[in-house]
């Protein structure tokens, strides 16, 4: 059984991990809601967060530690959302434990969103030189992973 994890402030990542999870035919977890839940069942696991000033959301990095013997037993998947496109591989590497990043069979950049924001986070933005109000979900990216994720499944 596989199952997605995803944690979300402001909507976008939990878009995208709805959408893998219906193509997955996986089950969908919210990681603010996860950490009590065992993982015992799954043998495939994915984990996506966006970034946030240069980390994890804390959801989904409570529920990396609490979880942390598991998911190194699972098949894993991971996706990051972020505003810095052209980095987004390396962010990934710096977000997510080194322990999982070296294991991960499927690795994804999904897009980002700046839609949606209250008035401080609009600032923030705009002193990080992002185009505030714009939006870009990868779903080409999306199903792409869901495919690799299904090969490897079965490896
Ligand atoms: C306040 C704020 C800080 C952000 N910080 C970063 C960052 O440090 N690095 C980055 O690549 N993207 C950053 N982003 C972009 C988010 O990762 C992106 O907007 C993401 O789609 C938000 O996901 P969510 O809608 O699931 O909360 C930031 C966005 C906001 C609103």
């Given at each position: 059984?596989?199952?997605?994890?995803?944690?979300?402030?402001?909507?976008?990542?939990?878009?995208?991990?709805?959408?893998?999870?219906?193509?997955?035919?996986?089950?969908?977890?919210?990681?603010?809601?996860?950490?009590?839940?065992?993982?015992?069942?799954?043998?495939?696991?994915?984990?996506?967060?966006?970034?946030?000033?240069?980390?994890?959301?804390?959801?989904?990095?409570?529920?990396?530690?609490?979880?942390?013997?598991?998911?190194?037993?699972?098949?894993?998947?991971?996706?990051?959302?972020?505003?810095?496109?052209?980095?987004?591989?390396?962010?990934?590497?710096?977000?997510?434990?080194?322990?999982?990043?070296?294991?991960?069979?499927?690795?994804?950049?999904?897009?980002?969103?700046?839609?949606?924001?209250?008035?401080?986070?609009?600032?923030?933005?705009r002193m990080i030189?992002?185009?505030?109000?714009?939006?870009?979900?990868?779903?080409?990216?999306?199903?792409?992973?869901?495919?690799?994720?299904?090969?490897?499944?079965?490896?």
């Open positions: 059984m596989q199952l997605v994890v995803y944690s979300s402030k402001h909507g976008s990542t939990k878009r995208c991990a709805e959408m893998l999870a219906e193509m997955l035919q996986a089950d969908l977890l919210n990681a603010a809601e996860g950490l009590e839940v065992s993982l015992d069942k799954y043998d495939v696991v994915v984990l996506g967060s966006p970034v946030y000033v240069g980390q994890l959301l804390k959801p989904m990095k409570r529920f990396l530690e609490e979880h942390r013997t598991a998911l190194q037993e699972k098949k894993l998947g991971l996706f990051v959302l972020c505003g810095f496109e052209e980095r987004a591989m390396e962010i990934m590497e710096q977000t997510f434990p080194k322990e999982l990043t070296s294991i991960a069979a499927c690795k994804g950049y999904f897009g980002y969103s700046y839609t949606n924001l209250p008035f401080f986070e609009r600032l923030l933005c030189g992002a185009d505030v109000g714009t939006e870009k979900l990868l779903t080409e990216e999306i199903a792409a992973f869901a495919e690799k994720l299904k090969q490897e499944a079965v490896r």
